[in-house]
């Protein structure tokens, strides 16, 4: 029998090098503009539940070398380009950074203030941008104190599961639709990677947490600012390591709580604290920075046993990032700008009219034409790979991602850098499904994202 040889040795992926990180708060007024949620009564902001926050990661190979910047920020989501790049821009300007080298993730509570620069007759409307003006200053802010405050550390990722998350496309039993709510017979992606960054002394500096599901505990019924599940989730993860936690929103397009659609806080914290136990559960089974484990050979006992000892390993400190465009087609059906418009200024429904204030602004980002030009961003941090997307897509891109390129961690995430729609297998297009008549893209989108990340992701991890 030829001999076996022995396994490879086990290790988490990881990145050593210099890594910074920084909070600011972002709290808006309490009476700003609000309204996420077609059928709330309220359109202002009525008090707070927890606090917003955005903190900075910073990157670097070298004390000198041009820095990666993720920003984790409790916001909702973008309601046109121009809103997005007020904040975005003033930042990229402010720091001197390529473009390719800054990711802006959104974690889409819907209990945070809307972000719409066209809502001046709103109330709490003229709010809005002296609020985006100052989370754009704490953006600069907190990148700038990560830097100053970087030092050699390590970030390592690991893998647990968390069945906060449920598939929420369910067949309405009366119509012939399917509507956004808890599905119990369809499967979820449960998957919550944990990052961790140590110290040269082992000590935890920062943790971050990647997972899928919409933040829709608290709905129309609320009035109160909050960031719903993922503030209680950071509180206890915090309160245990005495480090800053990022949430990283995933690929979480068919994803949310069982518990959802309350004014409840209770019920937000009791769904963010699933989420950190179950993030704690993995960081408490990660081998200690710079080590692995490697097979040690055979001790005879009662039974023959292997043994795994640790061992210091050497880790990558590669960094690379770069910015992947596709041209997505625009349906056919869906409607200019001017068109929109005149429908929105003939509505006094009030759902209908918010959808097509939404839709008025997704068109106006994205111009009359056929198809619409989208970014992703696609870095490497050693043995780990981010993939941002600037809309809401479906589990399968993390899925197929983290398959395809196993054992790598594969850090997806939604909502980054902008955000118009949603992007929905191909195969539920014709039925009548919220993320696919909401969504401006044609049919093929989010394979063709799919394949437009993987190439990027390729491109990266073969330099």
């Known amino acids: 029998m030829p001999d076996t040889p022995p396994p490879a040795p086990v ?36 008090g707070r539940h927890r606090s917003l926050t955005l903190t900075a990661l910073t ?16 916001l909702g989501w973008w309601r046109g380009a ?4 007020l904040v975005r821009g003033a930042a990229l300007k402010a720091l001197e950074l390529d473009p390719a080298r800054l990711i802006f993730n959104l974690s889409h509570t819907h209990a945070g203030p ?66 956004c709510g808890l599905n119990p017979a369809a499967p979820a992606d449960t998957t919550v990677l944990v990052g961790r960054v140590a110290g040269a002394d082992g000590r935890v500096r920062a943790t971050l947490v990647n997972y899928a599901c919409h933040p829709v505990t608290l709905a129309w019924q609320n009035t109160r600012l909050s960031p719903d599940y993922v ?34 806080t209770a ?34 006992s009662g039974a023959p046993l292997a043994v795994w000892s640790r061992r210091p390993r050497e880790v990558s400190r590669t960094l690379a990032a770069c910015v992947v465009e596709t041209d997505l087609r625009i349906k056919e059906e869906y409607p200019p700008a001017a068109e929109i418009r005149r429908a929105y200024e003939a509505c006094e429904d009030r759902v209908q009219r918010e959808r097509l204030r939404r839709k008025l602004a997704v068109r106006k980002s994205m111009g009359d034409g056929t198809a619409a030009r ?58 009548d499904l919220y993320q696919v008549w909401q ?3 044609a049919a093929g989108g989010l394979e063709q994202v799919l394949e437009a990340c993987a190439s990027g992701i390729g491109a990266l991890t073969r330099a």
């Open 231 to 264: 503030g209680a989730m950071r509180e206890l993860v915090e309160t245990h390591t005495q480090a800053p936690c990022l949430f990283l929103q995933g690929c979480s397009g068919e994803l949310a709580p069982a518990q959802e659609y309350t004014g409840d």
């Open 11 to 46: 290790a988490h992926a990881a990145f050593a090098g210099w890594i910074g990180v920084a909070r600011r708060p972002i709290d808006p007024p309490q009476d700003i503009y609000a309204r996420n949620w077609g059928a709330a009564k309220h359109d202002q902001a009525e």
């Open 59 to 74: 990157l670097q190979e070298t004390p000198d070398a041009p820095p990666l910047v993720l920003i984790a920020a409790d």
């Open 114 to 179: 809307a972000l719409c620069l066209d809502l001046p007759d709103a109330p709490g409307g003229g709010r809005v941008r002296p609020y985006l003006e100052q989370v754009a200053a704490m953006t600069v802010e907190a990148a700038r104190e990560a830097l100053r405050s970087a030092a050699p550390g390590e970030l390592a990722w690991t893998t647990g599961s968390c069945d906060l998350a449920c598939n929420r496309d369910l067949r309405d039993p009366e119509r012939a639709r399917i509507v």
């Open 439 to 441: 969504s401006p893209f």
């Open 374 to 431: 989208m970014p992703l961003w696609v870095w490497r941090a050693g043995d780990a790979v981010f993939c941002g997307v600037p809309h809401e897509a479906y589990s399968r891109l993390q899925t197929e991602l983290r398959r395809r390129f196993a054992p790598r961690a594969v850090v997806a995430m939604n909502l980054v850098n902008g955000g118009l729609g949603y992007l929905a297998p191909a195969e539920l297009y014709g039925e």
């Open 267 to 300: 019920v937000a914290d009791a769904n963010g604290r699933r989420l950190g136990f179950a993030a704690l559960a993995a960081l408490e089974g990660m081998l200690p920075p710079g080590e692995e484990l490697a097979y040690g050979g055979v001790v005879e």
């Open 82 to 85: 121009e809103t997005e790049w």
